[in-house]
């Protein structure tokens, strides 16, 4: 940042949990994962003519006759202990009891793929590969060793109570290629890593997120599609899902407005891919998460998921410089050698300009009402026109039930170019919540819309 170069990095797999995010610096950006509108679906036929959808890449040689059936087993028992034949780990599964047969597996412990491969080992023919809770619906399509389904939670407690209450339970797969359209999209992936930032919740993680399920790249010849050494497939494209699938989607789009504009600092570019980031979804409903099929929030998605051509012409953006981003690290609570780790050999000393980390000229607002609950806070913006030079902007602002917020000015006229102008927010509590309030701050002049997801946290009394 300090050299003017863009950093994205991962927000982290390691949702759907609270608080579970990585890398929460203010001056990096930090991405989180969505679906795209295009699927991979497969299909488990049950004996008992019930149609099971799920997802996979499994494009190999063999194939079941989807007019066939075949025998279908599931290995766990009905304790809440798991019982690691369900869960396909190595060495667990023997031949008589799986050879010539459908395996239905438990999601879990060990790598998706290398379940099938164990499944495969053993003398399988197939695998359904079931989520538990810890994954509810979302599907991650991978390249199986063998024909392979992955089904969601809900559809897999369906197979497993048919395949342990029919006399003679037998099942098929049929695999469908690729589809697009697919709705609703974007939704958030389960495995994304989400807020609050515990560090410091005055600064809203993750800042937006991108594509990062099913994504198609090119693949390295040194290892096999699945990883797996025991696989001697190889590819030059290959699918992968992750947050370091969306991060660099936005690396690429924070090169393409740099190019654009390359004046702009990290924070410009940054802030015009967080203002002009959507929050709905190709229903236009509000995005989904997919960990519990309700509405996301800035904890997930942060401003939302980005728009690049939207993103070359903000309108106004929120810059922040060096000299910022150190008083703010002054407001952290840290030791003369802990600040010295980011000023360097620089002279820098803090002045104290910031009564608290809130007041760093984040695009995004999030204000923590921590002492006295009932008190005003108030928090400083200052936007810089990059739109025409005379254009005037109105405010307008979720209202709360917790509190009343203010905006002062409610209007802003910019006469030039690269034009300052600053508003201050007050919030005022009416009612202390229990759980964060979500809302937005949203500038436009007609053309543009610049939108600020905010946040108001009241934490208990200590």
């Not at 047969?101 to 590969?129: F, N, T, Y």
């Not at 229990?434 to 053309?447: I, R």
Request: with cysteine; aromatic share 6%.
């Amino acid at each position: 940042m300090q050299m003017g170069v863009f950093v994205a990095c991962s927000a982290g797999n390691a949702g759907p949990d609270p608080i579970s995010l990585t890398n929460l610096s203010p001056w990096i950006t930090t991405v989180g994962a969505s679906t795209m509108d295009r699927d991979f679906p497969a299909t488990v036929t049950l004996g008992n003519g019930a149609n099971i959808t799920g997802v996979s890449l499994y494009k190999g040689l063999r194939n079941l006759s989807p007019q066939e059936q075949y025998p279908v087993v599931y290995l766990g028992g009905n304790s809440s202990m798991p019982d690691p034949r369900s869960l396909c780990l190595e060495g667990t599964l023997q031949p008589h009891d799986v050879s010539g047969k459908i395996v239905i597996c438990d999601r879990g412990i060990s790598p998706r793929v290398q379940k099938g491969q164990v499944v495969k080992e053993a003398g399988g023919i197939g695998m359904i590969l079931a989520n538990t809770a810890a994954n509810g619906e979302e599907l991650v399509a991978d390249s199986h060793l063998l024909p392979a389904v992955a089904v969601g939670e809900a559809e897999g407690i369906a197979a497993k109570s048919y395949s342990k209450s029919a006399p003679k339970p037998t099942a098929t797969l049929s695999f469908g290629g690729t589809k697009l359209g697919i709705r609703p999209s974007p939704v958030v992936a389960a495995f994304s890593s989400r807020g609050p930032n515990i560090l410091t919740l005055e600064i809203l993680k993750p800042d937006v997120v991108a594509p990062g399920v099913n994504i198609l790249a090119a693949w390295s010849g040194d290892a096999s599609p699945s990883s797996l050494s025991s696989d001697s497939r190889r590819v030059g494209f290959n699918i992968l899902s992750g947050t370091s699938m969306s991060c660099p989607h936005v690396a690429g789009v924070a090169a393409l407005i740099k190019a654009s504009h390359p004046d702009w600092s990290p924070a410009q570019i940054k802030s015009a891919l967080m203002t002009t980031a959507y929050v709905h979804d190709n229903t236009y409903r509000p995005m989904k998460d997919a960990a519990t099929g309700k509405a996301s929030t800035p904890f997930e998605h942060g401003a939302g998921h980005i728009h690049p051509v939207r993103a070359l012409t903000p309108g106004l953006v929120y810059d922040i410089g060096q000299a910022d981003y150190l008083e703010f690290l002054c407001t952290q609570h840290m030791t003369p050698m802990q600040l010295r780790t980011f000023t360097k050999n620089s002279n820098m000393t803090c002045r104290h300009t910031f009564s608290s980390a809130s007041d760093l000229n984040y695009p995004a607002i999030s204000v923590v009402f921590a002492d006295q609950p009932s008190k005003a806070l108030t928090v400083r913006r200052t936007v810089t026109n990059v739109g025409p030079p005379s254009s005037t902007y109105h405010v307008k602002v979720t209202k709360f039930k917790g509190a009343d917020v203010v905006v002062e000015p409610n209007t802003l006229h910019f006469v030039s170019t690269n034009q300052k102008l600053s508003y201050k927010v007050t919030v005022t509590t009416k009612a202390a919540q229990k759980a964060p309030e979500f809302g937005a701050l949203s500038w436009s002049d007609g053309v543009h819309i610049v939108r600020s997801p905010v946040v108001l946290t009241w934490l208990p009394p200590q």
